[in-house]
């Protein structure tokens, strides 16, 4: 069974750039997540996404923040403009469904670096 | 704001030992609690999770909670260099809610 990607995997911007990270889920798996990792830091919860609705952006910051999830399979995540606090590993997850004790698969991450 | 605490270590413990790692939440609450493990560079991996108290075992891992105190540890028995990495303690307070991750704490086992 393939598992969550996510690419790029390396990203260099300039502060106030944009930046966008594509996500795919292991297939079968109705609810997405994106989090930020910053270094020496746990994972934060971004988004999640059950299908297309979005669940939970309570810790998304909207003002630069955006993710989308059209068909319920892929996902982006973009940021604009980007600022030097953005640097960070942007990590997709996904399970069969949100909640419970359903596990979460993580992908490799998107290590990003705003200069 | 529902916040989970570990400690940031390193917790250096030598081969064949056993290593401890505790974790705290905020929120009593909380129906369920996960370990996970990432290797420098790595995205996290599910160990285990335990949602009753007592303790679970799975190999080498055991997961203890004590929801009165509120505190979840894991215990690595035997432990190898290969366990050398950061532990991340996560906790769903109900429901559909996400997880909740700690900073992780930083395990070295020395050979």
């Known amino acids: 069974e393939a598992g969550v990607a996510q690419s790029p995997r390396y990203k260099i911007i300039e502060k106030r750039q944009s930046v966008a990270f594509w996500c795919n889920p292991i297939?079968?798996?109705?609810?997405l997540y994106w989090y930020q990792q910053i270094l020496g830091q746990g994972p934060k919860l971004l988004i999640q996404f059950q299908n297309n609705g979005v669940v939970d952006d309570s810790q998304l910051p909207k003002d630069r923040f955006s993710a989308e999830r059209l068909k319920g399979v892929d996902s982006t995540l973009k940021i604009q403009p980007a600022k030097l606090e953005d640097s960070a590993v942007y990590l997709c997850?996904?399970?069969?469904?949100?909640?419970?004790?359903?596990?979460?698969?993580f992908g490799p991450g998107t290590r990003l670096t705003v200069t | 704001q529902k916040e989970v605490e570990q400690n940031s270590g390193p917790l250096s413990v030598p081969e064949g030992a056993i290593a401890s790692l505790n974790c705290t939440y905020s929120?009593?609450?909380?129906?369920?609690f996960f370990w996970y493990r990432q290797y420098s560079g790595k995205s996290p991996e599910l160990i285990m999770f335990i949602y009753s108290n007592g303790d679970k075992e799975d190999g080498r891992f055991t997961a203890q909670l004590n929801k009165a105190s509120q505190y979840v540890s894991l215990l690595i028995r035997d432990s190898q260099p290969s366990d050398s990495a950061t532990y991340l303690c996560a906790v769903r307070y109900s429901g559909n809610t996400p997880l909740v991750f700690g900073k992780g704490t930083r395990l070295s086992v020395i050979a």
């Open positions: 997850a996904s399970s069969v469904k949100g909640g419970g004790l359903n596990e979460q698969y």
């Open positions: 929120d009593r609450g909380s129906q369920s």
């Open positions: 297939s079968g798996h109705a609810t």
